[in-house]
């Protein structure tokens, strides 16, 4: 469903350019959830904005289900492939309903049925009718996440691209978020390219990933292999470790091992 060869994506000019993403290649399988790792600021939210479209500043191959994209894309490309943001309260209109939101990209794409569309995504969801006119301010960060998620099942895709999904809502929604994720995947064979910095997501979400830092791929592994702990890098170990939440005994290692370097 995705191939990615020698992705290049820079930021500024002359002394000033950062390179954001360098030489980035990876492959997703049809129906696969793929999961890009690594802190803030690694590069995994620039290449997938790159891959919805919208980053039009790059280098190298992008191929979406077979077909090798330009930085421009049509109409068409919408219907295959759709993003879900970060930020369930800065990604939905503030003056438009429920309905209205999800009324846009069917009237954008000319389809019919829409009534029954947006009935059977709201559903798809687990929100009812009741919800379909009411704005965001009258719903919490997990249902608005529901309706950015139906907003972008409803002119069903093939590919969705997940940037942090849970990262903004709170510990006890965020599961439910997962599972709802995992439930569409399961009934509609949807390809998932998930970005996170959080693991326990990745693990729960994904079959393979790739572990990203300073805009490269460090190394792609199953999530067998994480759980298992049969990683290469020393970076993965770290950022494994780092999820797991405080431990005593790990941080008084790491402060002698910065100690014993110092000395």
Same mark, same amino acid.
Request: some cysteine.
């Given at each position: #469903?995705?191939?990615?060869e020698?992705?290049?994506?820079?930021? *500024?000019?002359? $002394?000033?350019a #950062?390179?954001?993403?360098?030489?980035?290649?990876?492959?997703?399988?049809t *129906?696969?959830?793929?999961g890009?790792?690594? @802190?803030?600021g690694?590069g995994k939210?620039t290449?997938?904005r790159c891959l919805?479209g919208?980053?039009? &500043?790059?280098?190298?191959?992008?191929?979406?289900?077979?077909k090798?994209?330009? %930085? $421009?894309?049509e109409r068409?490309?919408?219907k295959?492939a759709?993003?879900?943001f970060?930020? %369930? +309260?800065?990604?939905?209109?503030p003056?438009?309903?429920?309905?209205?939101?999800? #009324?846009? %990209?069917?009237?954008?794409?000319?389809l019919?049925?829409a009534d029954?569309?947006?009935d059977?995504?709201?559903?798809?969801?687990?929100?009812?009718p009741?919800?379909?006119?009411? +704005?965001?301010?009258?719903?919490? *960060?997990?249902q608005?996440?529901?309706? !950015?998620?139906?907003?972008a099942?409803?002119?069903e895709?093939?590919? /969705?691209?997940?940037?942090? %999904?849970?990262s903004?809502?709170?510990?006890?929604?965020?599961?439910?978020?997962?599972?709802?994720?995992?439930?569409?995947?399961?009934?509609?064979?949807?390809?998932?390219?998930?970005?996170s910095? &959080?693991?326990?997501?990745?693990?729960? /979400?994904?079959?393979r990933?790739a572990?990203?830092n300073?805009?490269?791929?460090?190394?792609?592994l199953?999530v &067998?292999?994480?759980? !298992?702990?049969?990683?290469? @890098?020393a970076?993965?170990?770290q950022?494994?470790e780092?999820?797991?939440? +405080?431990d005593?005994?790990?941080?008084?290692?790491?402060? $002698? !091992?910065?100690?014993? !370097?110092?000395?």
């Open positions: #469903m995705i191939e990615v020698n992705l290049v994506v820079r930021f *500024g000019k002359g $002394k000033a #950062m390179t954001a993403v360098d030489n980035v290649s990876f492959t997703v399988k *129906g696969e959830a793929f890009l790792v690594g @802190e803030s690694c939210t290449i997938l919805a919208l980053n039009q &500043d790059w280098e190298g191959v992008i191929r979406i289900d077979g090798q994209l330009t %930085p $421009k894309r068409a490309f919408y295959l759709q993003i879900v970060q930020d %369930p +309260y800065g990604s939905l209109h003056r438009f309903t429920v309905n209205g939101t999800l #009324m846009e %990209p069917i009237k954008i794409h000319g019919d049925r029954e569309r947006i059977r995504v709201l559903k798809q969801v687990g929100l009812g009741a919800f379909r006119f009411r +704005y965001p301010h009258q719903l919490s *960060g997990g608005r996440q529901r309706v !950015a998620i139906a907003r099942l409803i002119l895709p093939k590919l /969705m691209l997940l940037d942090e %999904p849970t903004a809502l709170d510990v006890s929604v965020q599961a439910e978020i997962l599972n709802l994720l995992t439930d569409i995947r399961d009934s509609t064979g949807l390809t998932f390219l998930l970005v910095h &959080d693991l326990s997501v990745v693990s729960h /979400m994904c079959d990933l572990v990203m300073h805009g490269q791929i460090y190394e792609e199953t &067998d292999d994480l759980v !298992a702990r049969r990683y290469r @890098e970076y993965t170990r950022l494994f780092a999820s797991l939440g +405080y005593k005994r790990l941080t008084t290692e790491q402060v $002698k !091992a910065l100690d014993e !370097a110092g000395a």
